[in-house]
């Protein structure tokens, strides 16, 4: 990498933050409605969302620079295929989720990164007084936002999973901590045999007998209202646990598989769909992972974990891992089955 590279490199690495703001400036001001297909001209958009064309365009020309519309010509402005999907109504939608990594309140506790790392403790908590949870169930608009985005991060792999995993042969399938149904939704459509459940709690699962009953799964489907550290519902023969554990330190893990070791039948199977840290850090293109194992730390007190963690996890909860599946950059999760035994 020559001088000007790590010049480039150096200012993309600085000034990330300010990037991702600019992407939560235009959401939150609803540029990408504003915008619709066509090109834009700055006068008609400062005008639409009433604020001085002089001040509009730096920030319009700021999200052309990072590739959320283009200048055709000048102060004349059209989204990219991205910048679409920033549209809440786009079938492709990113808007939640990227809204939602981008709020202050999921930021605040990255100021205090360092004491993060120093001292093990989660920093959202020490910002706002309480666990990020109990914030978002205080905060209605801030727990729908979040549902939101899991969704979205979700769709992807609520699409791929029945290509990767053989469901055949399996009647029922319960989601714990399975939000709006999503990934249900996927599996069941590619599954008739089988049926559903989502377990979550009430502010957790809220959306997901809505969504179920627009897909025509109402008759296939139940959502289950609890809390997985106290219990996991009985009934199913695979049980499911996506983006679950990496919230929880390791006794939190070992409490919830517990819960679901304690119904699971002999010859059942749990799913858990999460990434898994290589034993080296790859040379390039999996910064996202540890990012997120960071974020985890700063705002709830989780972490990613490596296959042998995974293993030593299910051990201590009565399973035994018996697969490890990534199936690709396509797919940003690996898909760990595990039997109890």
């Keep these: 990498m020559n001088d000007a590279d790590l010049r480039n490199r150096a200012l993309q690495l600085t000034m990330g933050a300010m990037a991702a703001q600019v992407a939560h400036t235009v959401i939150t001001m609803e540029l990408p409605q504003v915008m619709g297909d066509e090109e834009s001209t700055i006068a008609d958009l400062a005008q639409k969302v009433d604020v001085p064309a002089d001040r509009l365009i730096r920030l319009v020309r700021a999200a052309a620079a990072i590739g959320l519309c283009t200048e055709n010509s000048a102060a004349v402005f059209q989204l990219t295929e991205f910048g679409r999907r920033l549209r809440p109504d786009h079938p492709e939608s990113i808007q939640a989720l990227v809204r939602m990594f981008t709020e202050p309140a999921m930021l605040a506790g990255w100021a205090k990164l360092d004491r993060a790392v120093r001292t093990g403790e989660t920093t959202f908590d020490e910002v706002f007084g309480m666990p990020m949870f109990r914030y978002l169930d205080r905060h209605p608009e801030m727990s729908a936002l979040f549902n939101g985005a899991m969704s979205q991060a979700t769709r992807t792999v609520a699409a791929q999973l029945p290509e990767h995993y053989d469901f055949s042969g399996r009647a029922h399938l319960i989601d714990i901590g399975g939000g709006d149904g999503t990934l249900v939704q996927g599996v069941l459509q590619a ?18 007998a809505a969504r179920f009953a627009e897909s025509g799964l109402a008759g296939r489907t139940d959502v289950l209202v609890g809390d997985f550290f106290a219990e996991a519902p009985d009934g199913g023969d695979v049980y499911l646990v996506k983006s679950i554990l990496h919230d929880w330190d390791d006794d939190r893990c070992v409490r919830i598989l517990g819960h679901i070791r304690g119904v699971i039948p002999e010859d059942g199977l749990l799913l858990i769909l999460e990434p898994v840290l290589p034993d080296l850090v790859p040379a390039e293109g999996h910064a996202g992972m540890y990012l997120s194992d960071l974020n985890m730390l700063v705002n709830v007190g989780g972490r990613e974990r490596t296959r042998s963690e995974f293993e ?10 018996s697969s490890v599946v990534s199936p690709g950059p396509q797919f940003r999760f690996s898909i760990i089955e595990a039997r109890p035994v």
């Design 312 to 321: 030593q996890l299910c051990r201590r909860a009565g399973f035994s891992v």
């Design 191 to 208: 599954n008739p045999q089988l049926r559903g459940s989502v377990f979550d709690t009430a502010s957790g699962g809220a959306q997901a």
